[in-house]
């Protein structure tokens, strides 16, 4: 099915324009109430990248008998109620002015769902929205590309009571499914019964033969649980989940792996929760079957999801049309820089040591100047530890893990961090040579920039760094307005050595 205008969601879930319920800096609550657990996220406000402030998860397993009873299981709804009670008052007391809840597959599907509904808004005050199976996709669907904007390919969000299956190309949701395969309802199946019912489930999808080929996006909390074990596996060197990739043929023989492993074998991997280890073997299996049905290319992760989409499609055309990256890195660099437009400067003056770049290059080089002033406040001894650090776990969107650590490497270079230096090995092992060395001139460049004008925009527009005749040279004013010295003269020296370039200063 395709996927209704974005104003019409907007105003159906959210009875309303963003702008005319809350404003873009103040912060909002969403309650997932999900199949297998419920969570409470606060964020900073609606934008094009929203930061959690508050995040926090209780797994209830509400929908664990529905498969044999076709009722929520009462103790997990009193310790729900408890709970989505706690949240309620820990919203107020932050003085929260909008609370959404989403009720999603367990209470959509119980016989006791609308009266566990209506006792959550007692105990609460809230009201809850229940989600049909198009909204849960197609929000699931936006939070996905919140994240991802140009993903191709499907997405598959996987919960406690369902999977929802999203078909994206071109920025936009092209077809979705909902189906009734989450763990809850299948893991304590034998495996060939579990099988014949995923593959029947997947039979009923005929969208799904147009996708092939094509990336798969993994998103869910069990599918995140597998996500951390391929990690620990593999000795991989980013424990960040919104970005990882690997190719589907390096992805099945892992999930067969774990489909045949006991609850004792899983209970021995320490970044598999308790909780968890019943539904993974499950879990991935159905995670290898999607993959192969669709001859997928890749297996990404995103931690972007229903909570994302849900204040995604809240957003104008135009917010949502921004790229998230750069959104973020600009903020970011808003909040913590000192030099109001200096980040621009920086943008247009590093293009000249860069002619031949490619778009994805350029895009890189952009956020990285405006995350060049990040770590000012730090003591001078850590300053590039700690902006090294920061970029690689900051929750970034649209962006692959080789290029999160791009941008570490060069603002790491920028504030003085060795080629060598043992802290920079996580950023270093995501990058090939020549990603590397790019790195190390922009970040060298950007330092340079920084001795020469001292932050200020005029005056580092008074000055130009550019190739010439396979030269570099840095022209400064004739008027002596952007004086030379031994602070730049030192670090154009250390900018042609990791350029592997001869040069000159001309003019001061």
Not at 18 to 46: K, P, Q, T, W
Not at 74 to 82: F, I, K, N, S
Not at 195 to 209: C, F, N, S, T, Y
Not at 266 to 278: A, E, F, K, N
Request: hydrophobic share 45%; with cysteine.
């Amino acid at each position: 099915m395709v996927q209704p205008a974005a104003q019409a969601w907007t105003t159906t879930l959210s009875g309303g324009s963003a702008e005319g319920e809350a404003s873009r800096d103040r912060r909002v609550a969403v309650v997932d109430i999900g199949s297998n657990s419920i969570r409470l996220v606060v964020f900073e406000g609606i934008k094009r990248v929203p930061t959690p402030v508050f995040n926090e998860k209780v797994i209830c397993g509400l929908g664990r008998e529905l498969d044999s009873s076709g009722r929520l299981s009462e103790a997990a709804v009193e310790m729900a109620l408890l709970n989505l009670e706690r949240f309620a008052r820990l919203v107020r007391g932050m003085g929260i002015g909008e609370v959404t809840q989403l009720a999603t597959a367990a209470a959509r599907d119980a016989e006791n769902g609308k009266a566990f509904i209506a006792e959550v808004e007692r105990c609460t005050g809230f009201p809850v929205r229940l989600l049909s199976g198009e909204e849960e996709a197609t929000i699931a669907g936006h939070g996905l590309l919140s994240g991802f904007p140009e993903a191709e390919g499907v997405m598959g969000d996987l919960g406690g009571g369902s999977l929802e299956l999203v078909r994206l190309g071109g920025g936009k949701i092209l077809d979705w499914a909902t189906l009734t395969l989450g763990p809850l309802r299948h893991a304590r199946r034998g495996a060939a019964a579990a099988e014949a019912e995923i593959e029947r489930q997947l039979d009923g999808v005929p969208w799904l033969k147009q996708a092939r080929g094509l990336d798969f996006y993994a998103v869910g909390g069990a599918w995140r649980a597998i996500c951390r074990i391929l990690m620990d596996q593999d000795k991989y060197p980013l424990h960040v989940i919104q970005g990882y990739s690997l190719p589907s043929r390096q992805v099945d023989p892992m999930m067969r792996l774990l489909a045949g492993q006991s609850r004792r074998s899983l209970s021995q991997i320490p970044s598999l929760s308790r909780r968890r280890i019943g539904g993974v073997p499950y879990a991935a299996r159905l995670l290898r079957m999607v993959a192969r049905r669709l001859e997928s290319k890749s297996v990404i992760w995103s931690s972007y999801g229903l909570r994302e989409g849900f204040l995604h499609v809240r957003l104008d055309e135009a917010e949502r049309d921004r790229d998230p990256l750069l959104a973020a890195a600009r903020e970011l660099g808003r909040k913590d820089g000192r030099f109001e437009g200096y980040s621009d400067a920086l943008v247009r003056w590093t293009a000249g040591l860069f002619p031949d770049e490619s778009a994805e290059q350029a895009r890189l080089r952009e956020a990285a100047a405006h995350l060049a002033d990040l770590s000012w406040r730090q003591h001078p001894d850590f300053r590039a530890r700690q902006g090294l650090w920061r970029i690689l776990y900051f929750p970034f969107a649209g962006i692959d893990h080789p290029g999160r650590a791009f941008l570490a490497y060069a603002v790491y270079c920028r504030y003085g961090g060795g080629a060598k230096d043992p802290e920079a090995e996580i950023a270093l092992q995501l990058l090939g040579s020549k990603a590397k060395r790019r790195a190390r001139v922009l970040g060298l460049a950007m330092r340079l920039a920084f001795a020469l004008a001292a932050g200020v925009p005029t005056l580092l527009e008074n000055t130009t760094l550019a190739l010439e005749d396979e030269r570099l040279r840095l022209k400064l004013p004739s008027d002596g307005s952007v004086p030379p010295g031994t602070a730049v003269e030192r670090r154009f020296l250390a900018l042609l050595d990791a350029a592997e370039r001869e040069g000159e200063i001309v003019g001061g």
